[in-house]
């Protein structure tokens, strides 16, 4: 049997020498210090105003977004707070976005943001805000969940910093609705049209644009479709409300050949929430740009800038 070596038995004798308790001490590790107290966590009020860290729709979000004054610049304005209960409540994490627990406080959330806008949210130039408290919060005891309202940035998904309020956005003179907008790609084909968009800007009818707002198509409860199954029932679904705009059969619509289907979100973290709504535009070439709204139009030809 070999020796220990001479490092080895210094540590056993300093850790047997550390085994006796010091003159004049009682044993108490923390030598009665007071404990630290519990986490805490203090959400937000509705109609507060956030800020400090990107965000984006339908997405959860690591950002730690901070208070603060609403006539600054902010991003978020807040249209809830719900508390979960049960057993989400006694979970030891936050629900996961793809949860049940999550999708209830979504669907309070969305309820909430079209109260607030004053319209169905979907209907504006807006996306929803949707945050569970982070880890150590929850640990403290955090149970409450805050639901908020943006407005969009170009690509309708991406927040737009502002100073005022969202509030009533969609009512009287609806300033939030979203309307006519203009599209930008670099692969466009030789009719005109985009085969990829980088771009959805919201403008003014009365500015020259390619694609106007027509409403919203929502697509049936079930798994998330690929994306070659996805195109082909929003498009179907957007098709018709297209019609319905122009005041013509989807037969007339198929006859003018001038006009064409252009649809945004459902992306896979928006239907993982419970939310199946799509943006349905009607397209038409972007060398053909229009002037005015074509809202009732029927089979007159396109008022064209």
């Known amino acids: 049997m070999r020796p220990a070596s001479g490092v080895a038995l210094l540590a056993v004798v300093m850790l047997a020498g550390g085994c006796g308790r010091?003159?004049?001490?009682?044993?108490?590790?923390?030598?009665s210090w007071p404990s630290q107290p519990a986490a805490s966590y203090s959400p937000p009020?509705?109609?507060a105003c956030l800020a400090g860290g990107a965000?984006?729709?339908?997405?959860?979000?690591?950002?730690?977004?901070?208070?603060v004054d609403c006539a600054r610049e902010h991003t978020v304005e807040v249209v809830a707070v719900g508390t979960f209960t049960g057993p989400a409540a006694a979970a030891p994490a936050p629900p996961a976005w793809d949860s049940d627990p999550s999708r209830a406080a979504y669907a309070e959330c969305d309820k909430a943001a079209t109260a607030y806008a004053g319209g169905d949210w979907h209907t504006g130039r807006l996306f929803p805000f949707y945050s569970v408290p982070k880890e150590p919060a929850w640990q403290g005891g955090a149970r409450q969940y805050v639901c908020g309202l943006a407005e969009a940035e170009d690509d309708l998904f991406a927040p737009k910093a502002r100073t005022d309020s969202l509030k009533g956005g969609l009512q009287g003179q609806r300033p939030f609705a979203l309307t006519c907008v203009r599209l930008k790609g670099d692969d466009v084909s030789p009719e005109g049209f985009y085969r990829s968009v980088d771009?959805?800007?919201?403008v003014a009818c009365a500015e020259p644009h390619d694609?106007?707002?027509?409403?919203t198509w929502t697509a049936p409860a079930g798994a998330y479709p690929d994306a070659k199954r996805l195109n082909e029932i929003v498009s179907d679904g957007c098709y018709g409300r297209i019609a319905t705009f122009l005041g013509i059969s989807q037969l007339q619509l198929y006859e003018r050949g001038d006009v064409y289907t252009f649809w945004t979100g459902l992306t896979a973290s928006q239907w993982k929430l419970g939310?199946?709504?799509?943006?349905?535009?009607l397209n038409v070439a972007s060398k053909t740009l229009l002037r005015g709204s074509v809202k009732g139009l029927g089979t007159k030809p396109l008022p064209v800038a």
């Open 275 to 281: 939310d199946r709504v799509a943006h349905c535009f």
């Open 211 to 215: 694609t106007e707002f027509v409403g």
């Open 45 to 47: 009020q509705v109609g």
């Open 199 to 202: 771009a959805v800007t919201p």
């Open 22 to 31: 010091p003159a004049g001490t009682d044993g108490d590790l923390v030598d």
């Open 55 to 67: 965000v984006s729709a339908f997405e959860p979000t690591a950002a730690l977004l901070s208070v």
